[in-house]
Protein backbone atom coordinates (compact mmCIF):
# COMPACT_ATOMS: atom_id res chain seq x y z
CA UNK A 1 0.00 0.00 0.00
CA UNK A 2 1.14 3.57 -0.83
CA UNK A 3 -0.52 6.30 0.43
CA UNK A 4 0.16 10.30 -0.07
CA UNK A 5 -0.95 12.56 2.97
CA UNK A 6 -1.34 16.12 2.07
CA UNK A 7 -2.72 19.10 4.38
CA UNK A 8 -1.72 22.30 5.90
CA UNK A 9 0.63 23.20 8.62
CA UNK A 10 -0.40 21.64 11.90
CA UNK A 11 -3.16 19.84 9.91
CA UNK A 12 -2.78 16.78 11.83
CA UNK A 13 -1.09 14.49 8.57
CA UNK A 14 2.00 13.73 10.20
CA UNK A 15 0.21 12.22 13.06
CA UNK A 16 -2.15 10.17 10.83
CA UNK A 17 0.84 9.36 9.40
CA UNK A 18 1.99 8.15 12.15
CA UNK A 19 -1.22 6.21 13.32
CA UNK A 20 -0.90 4.66 9.33
CA UNK A 21 2.65 2.92 10.29
CA UNK A 22 1.36 1.76 13.88
CA UNK A 23 -2.02 0.39 12.49
CA UNK A 24 0.35 -1.89 9.13
CA UNK A 25 1.76 -3.72 11.81
CA UNK A 26 5.07 -3.78 10.32
CA UNK A 27 8.54 -2.73 11.07
CA UNK A 28 8.82 1.05 10.69
CA UNK A 29 11.18 3.34 9.01
CA UNK A 30 10.98 6.59 9.52
CA UNK A 31 12.58 8.88 6.52
CA UNK A 32 13.47 12.41 7.96
CA UNK A 33 14.01 14.69 4.86
CA UNK A 34 14.33 17.95 7.20
CA UNK A 35 17.79 19.71 7.85
CA UNK A 36 17.69 21.57 11.35
CA UNK A 37 18.82 25.23 10.84
CA UNK A 38 16.97 27.21 12.86
CA UNK A 39 15.50 27.29 16.77
CA UNK A 40 11.58 26.25 15.80
CA UNK A 41 12.68 23.66 12.93
CA UNK A 42 14.66 22.42 15.48
CA UNK A 43 11.49 22.66 18.39
CA UNK A 44 9.61 20.77 15.11
CA UNK A 45 12.07 17.82 14.84
CA UNK A 46 12.45 17.51 18.66
CA UNK A 47 8.42 17.15 18.71
CA UNK A 48 8.28 14.36 16.30
CA UNK A 49 11.26 12.31 17.63
CA UNK A 50 9.27 12.73 20.99
CA UNK A 51 6.55 11.40 19.02
CA UNK A 52 7.76 8.35 17.52
CA UNK A 53 8.47 4.87 19.58
CA UNK A 54 11.75 4.02 19.94
CA UNK A 55 11.59 1.12 18.26
CA UNK A 56 10.97 2.57 15.04
CA UNK A 57 14.05 3.10 12.59
CA UNK A 58 14.85 6.40 11.96
CA UNK A 59 16.83 7.23 8.57
CA UNK A 60 17.62 11.14 7.85
CA UNK A 61 17.85 11.50 3.88
CA UNK A 62 17.41 15.09 3.11
CA UNK A 63 18.24 14.54 -0.85
CA UNK A 64 18.46 11.23 -2.18
CA UNK A 65 15.39 10.51 -1.35
CA UNK A 66 14.03 7.61 -4.13
CA UNK A 67 17.48 6.24 -3.15
CA UNK A 68 16.62 5.96 0.49
CA UNK A 69 13.48 4.18 -0.57
CA UNK A 70 15.03 1.61 -2.47
CA UNK A 71 17.41 0.62 0.23
CA UNK A 72 15.03 0.55 2.89
CA UNK A 73 11.37 -0.96 1.73
CA UNK A 74 11.12 -4.27 1.89
CA UNK A 75 7.50 -6.32 2.45
CA UNK A 76 8.08 -6.56 6.12
CA UNK A 77 8.20 -3.23 6.31
CA UNK A 78 6.19 0.46 6.49
CA UNK A 79 8.26 3.52 5.59
CA UNK A 80 6.87 7.08 6.64
CA UNK A 81 8.59 9.99 4.72
CA UNK A 82 8.57 13.20 6.49
CA UNK A 83 8.23 15.11 4.35
CA UNK A 84 8.25 16.09 0.72
CA UNK A 85 8.09 19.26 1.41
CA UNK A 86 11.15 19.52 3.44
CA UNK A 87 12.59 17.68 0.91
CA UNK A 88 11.68 19.78 -2.62
CA UNK A 89 13.10 22.62 -0.36
CA UNK A 90 15.98 20.85 0.46
CA UNK A 91 16.76 20.51 -3.60
CA UNK A 92 15.44 23.46 -4.41
CA UNK A 93 17.57 25.96 -2.12
CA UNK A 94 20.67 23.74 -1.91
CA UNK A 95 21.62 22.17 -4.77
CA UNK A 96 18.22 23.04 -7.86
CA UNK A 97 20.38 21.32 -10.44
CA UNK A 98 19.99 18.00 -8.69
CA UNK A 99 16.00 18.63 -8.27
CA UNK A 100 14.83 16.58 -11.73
CA UNK A 101 17.24 13.76 -11.15
CA UNK A 102 16.13 13.02 -7.45
CA UNK A 103 12.54 13.70 -8.27
CA UNK A 104 12.58 11.36 -11.22
CA UNK A 105 14.12 8.87 -8.72
CA UNK A 106 11.48 8.66 -6.29
CA UNK A 107 8.64 8.79 -8.80
CA UNK A 108 9.85 6.06 -10.78
CA UNK A 109 11.05 3.73 -8.29
CA UNK A 110 7.98 4.19 -6.02
CA UNK A 111 5.61 1.70 -7.90
CA UNK A 112 8.03 -1.10 -7.84
CA UNK A 113 8.80 -0.93 -4.20
CA UNK A 114 7.66 -3.81 -1.63
CA UNK A 115 5.79 -2.96 1.61
CA UNK A 116 3.84 0.08 2.60
CA UNK A 117 4.58 3.24 1.88
CA UNK A 118 3.27 6.73 3.38
CA UNK A 119 4.29 9.64 1.97
CA UNK A 120 3.87 13.19 4.12
CA UNK A 121 3.62 16.57 2.27
CA UNK A 122 2.45 20.10 2.30
CA UNK A 123 -0.52 21.08 0.51
CA UNK A 124 1.05 24.06 -0.93
CA UNK A 125 -1.92 24.70 -3.52
CA UNK A 126 -4.46 26.11 -1.62
CA UNK A 127 -2.91 29.89 -1.11
CA UNK A 128 -2.48 32.71 -3.26
CA UNK A 129 0.31 32.89 -5.65
CA UNK A 130 3.51 33.89 -4.33
CA UNK A 131 5.78 36.70 -4.84
CA UNK A 132 9.54 35.57 -5.81
CA UNK A 133 10.56 33.77 -8.67
CA UNK A 134 11.71 30.75 -5.65
CA UNK A 135 8.77 30.69 -4.31
CA UNK A 136 6.48 29.85 -7.67
CA UNK A 137 8.84 27.42 -8.76
CA UNK A 138 8.55 25.72 -5.42
CA UNK A 139 4.53 25.71 -5.47
CA UNK A 140 4.53 24.39 -9.01
CA UNK A 141 6.95 21.87 -8.24
CA UNK A 142 5.01 20.54 -5.21
CA UNK A 143 1.98 20.54 -7.36
CA UNK A 144 3.38 18.69 -10.03
CA UNK A 145 5.29 16.12 -7.60
CA UNK A 146 1.76 15.49 -5.86
CA UNK A 147 -0.26 14.88 -8.90
CA UNK A 148 2.49 12.62 -10.01
CA UNK A 149 2.24 10.30 -6.94
CA UNK A 150 -1.24 10.45 -5.86
CA UNK A 151 -1.26 9.43 -9.72
CA UNK A 152 1.09 6.53 -8.53
CA UNK A 153 -0.18 5.79 -5.08
CA UNK A 154 -2.92 3.65 -3.73
CA UNK A 155 -4.45 5.99 -1.50
CA UNK A 156 -4.69 9.83 -1.36
CA UNK A 157 -6.06 11.36 1.68
CA UNK A 158 -6.26 15.24 2.92
CA UNK A 159 -5.93 16.10 6.28
CA UNK A 160 -8.07 19.26 7.92
CA UNK A 161 -8.14 19.94 11.21
CA UNK A 162 -6.85 16.42 12.78
CA UNK A 163 -9.41 14.86 10.17
CA UNK A 164 -8.82 12.61 7.33
CA UNK A 165 -10.44 13.16 3.96
CA UNK A 166 -10.31 10.35 1.75
CA UNK A 167 -9.31 11.57 -1.90
CA UNK A 168 -8.50 8.16 -3.67
CA UNK A 169 -8.63 4.46 -2.08
CA UNK A 170 -10.59 4.00 0.85
CA UNK A 171 -9.57 4.99 4.57
CA UNK A 172 -8.95 2.18 6.83
Request: glycine share 10%; net charge neutral.
Amino acid sequence: MKELILGGIRSGKSRLAEQRARASGLQVVYIATAIAGDAELDERIRQHRARRPATWTLVEEPLALGQALRAHASGERCLVVECLTLWLTNLLCTVPDRFERERASLVDSLPGLAGDIVLVGNETGLGVVPLGALSRRFVDASGELHQRLAAICDRVTLAVAGLPFPLKGTDP
